[in-house]
């Protein structure tokens, strides 16, 4: 029995479209940081991109995939995002293979925010399923049953 919360279709189709666009928010903001510098970053270099690859690619999984499986979908992003955030926090508290992160840095607040939010949505996309749409009766059908 499926036990997740029912939500009309219009509340999956935003949940879907703002998930990918954080999603994607993400991967552009690694792309972008690979592209001006990064990239010369043992480890960090590569690991953006494959954050960017796999948070575009998650970003339209999320748009396209059926109903059925958009929970599995939305898991794997929210396992990005988590991983992406706690591989921020972990470069700027600690480092992360010999790179040290600044929480002052340009990108630092977007990415954090992203992230966060992004996580959340994606959380919440994978909890819900459409509410059944009960079909709509002919309109002479209607006005027989309110007395007409």
């Given at each position: ?5 029912t939500v009309p279709p ?139």
């Amino acid at each position: 029995m499926d036990r997740r919360l029912t939500v009309p279709p219009s509340v999956l189709v935003a949940g879907r479209v703002v998930g990918a666009g954080l999603l994607a928010t993400t991967a552009v903001i690694h792309l972008y940081l690979w592209d001006t510098g990064y990239r010369a970053i043992p480890w960090i270099g590569p690991l953006f991109l494959v954050q960017a690859a796999t948070g575009l690619l998650l970003c339209v999984a999320v748009l396209a995939v059926s109903q059925g499986w958009l929970s599995e979908v939305a898991l794997l992003g929210v396992l990005l995002q988590i991983g992406t955030l706690v591989g921020l926090l972990m470069s700027v508290e600690v480092g992360l293979f010999g790179f040290h992160e600044s929480p002052v840095a340009a990108l630092f607040g977007p990415s954090v925010g992203a992230e966060v939010v992004g996580t959340l949505v994606l959380a919440a996309l994978a909890a819900v399923r459409p509410r059944e749409q009960r079909p709509r009766q002919p309109a002479a059908t209607r006005e027989v049953r309110a007395g007409r």
